[in-house]
Structure formats: structure tokens, C-alpha cells
T-cell receptor, first 115, second 111 residues
């Protein structure tokens, strides 16, 4: 019973490159969430997606960041033209539906380092 | 706009004693609250939750208390064990579909 799978675990990018972070939700889960954790800080909500739809992207920077959750395949968080301030741990979570019926299950995160 | 606040970044308690972690929220639309536990290099794991229609929920050594009028909740761990040492995040949901997290409290339980 695989949990939420994120890859890669570690990603190093030079300034200006693109970063692609992948998240495969738990089997049967159609709700995906992305959170960012900066060093010494808590989890900051970025975006909430259901299959093929972005439900809430209020936490995602307007520029350079995008997310998708296609009908087939993993959810992708894409960061274009990365800067040093993007260095953080990015966590993906999934759920069956409403939070009170299905608490979020988290992956182990992708640690992005921008050099 | 931090809607969920954990004002204590760290807490240290002796093994066997009670650990009390606190959380405050500002959004009156929140109606479901959760606590997550996180070890280094791992994702958060769900610990315990409470609906706004209740004021207490208990699961083994873990009890969550909710004071809606004060917009405050707390997590009690008793007795505390060294394996409980981790970062604890408080989270809240207002529409059943997404969650906002606090900054976390690092609990250290000393043997």
C-alpha cells in the first residue's frame, strides 16, 4: 500500500534553471496539495488541485510557479528560472475528499537547493 | 496572513510528564482541526483531529482540546516519551477541502 510518493528526494538547480517536482498521490486519492517549508519555518500552503483542475492557488507565487494534476500521471509542481529564495522543502499531500473524512497524507518531500 | 499560529517554537519536558502544545487561529470559518507530527527528513504524519462540534477528542496518550470562543486548541501528551520528540504542527480547515498550518512547535522529551 504505497503512500504518497514524491520524487526526486533531492534536487539541485543553478539559478535560472527549471525545477520539476513530481507527486504521485495515494491510490484512489483525487485531491492533491502542495506545501512549502522554508528553513526554520512551518508549512506554507501553495496550491490545491483535483484531477485536471486547480481549486485554490492562493498560496502560489504569481510568477514562475505552476502546478498541474493531469488525468493520467503524477501531479507536477514546476518552478521556472529558479532563484536562491526558492530553496526549500516541498511537500505534497493527498486525500480522498473532504478533510474531516480523509486527513491529508504527506509524502517525504523534495528538498530543492538552488546554487 | 497567518491564520493559524503556534507561538511557542520549542518545548522541552521530562519523560513521563505532560506535554502541552498550544495553537491559536483567527479565521472563525475554521471548523475542523488537526495535529500532525513531523520527524526530520520525513513528511508530516496525521496524529489526531477534532471537529468544531466537540471540545475534546482523546486517542490513547493524545488528547486535543478545543475552545471555540477563544479560538484556541491544545494537544496534551501524557505521559510523554522520548519517541514523542518531533515537530508538531497544528492545522485547520474551513471548507473541508484545504488546510492551513501553523509554524510548528519542536517538542523535546528528555529521558
Amino acid at each position: 500500500n504505497a503512500g504518497v510518493m514524491q520524487n526526486p528526494r533531492h534536487l539541485v538547480r543553478r539559478r535560472g534553471q527549471e525545477a520539476r517536482l513530481r507527486c504521485s498521490p495515494m491510490k484512489g486519492h483525487s485531491h492533491v496539495y502542495w506545501y512549502r517549508q522554508l528553513p526554520e519555518e512551518g508549512l506554507k500552503f501553495m496550491v490545491y488541485l483535483q484531477k485536471e483542475n486547480i481549486i485554490d492557488e492562493s498560496g502560489m507565487p504569481k510568477e514562475r510557479f505552476s502546478a498541474e494534476f493531469p488525468k493520467e500521471g503524477p501531479s507536477i509542481l514546476r518552478i521556472q528560472q529558479v532563484v536562491r529564495g526558492d530553496s526549500a522543502a516541498y511537500f505534497c499531500a493527498s486525500s480522498l475528499g473532504r478533510v474531516e473524512n480523509s486527513p491529508l497524507h504527506f509524502g517525504n518531500g523534495t528538498r530543492l537547493t538552488v546554487t | 496572513d497567518q491564520q493559524v499560529k503556534q507561538n511557542s517554537p520549542s518545548l522541552s519536558v521530562q519523560e513521563g510528564r505532560i506535554s502541552i502544545l498550544n495553537c491559536d487561529y483567527t479565521n472563525s470559518m475554521f471548523d475542523y482541526f488537526l495535529w500532525y507530527k513531523k520527524y526530520p527528513a520525513e513528511g508530516p504524519t496525521f496524529l489526531i483531529s477534532i471537529s468544531s462540534i466537540k471540545d475534546k477528542n482523546e486517542d490513547g496518550r493524545f488528547t486535543v482540546f478545543l475552545n471555540k470562543s477563544a479560538k484556541h486548541l491544545s494537544l496534551h501528551i501524557v505521559p510523554s516519551q522520548p519517541g514523542d520528540s518531533a515537530v508538531y504542527f497544528c492545522a485547520a480547515s474551513g471548507n473541508g477541502n484545504d488546510m492551513r498550518f501553523g509554524a510548528g512547535t519542536r517538542l523535546t522529551v528528555k529521558p
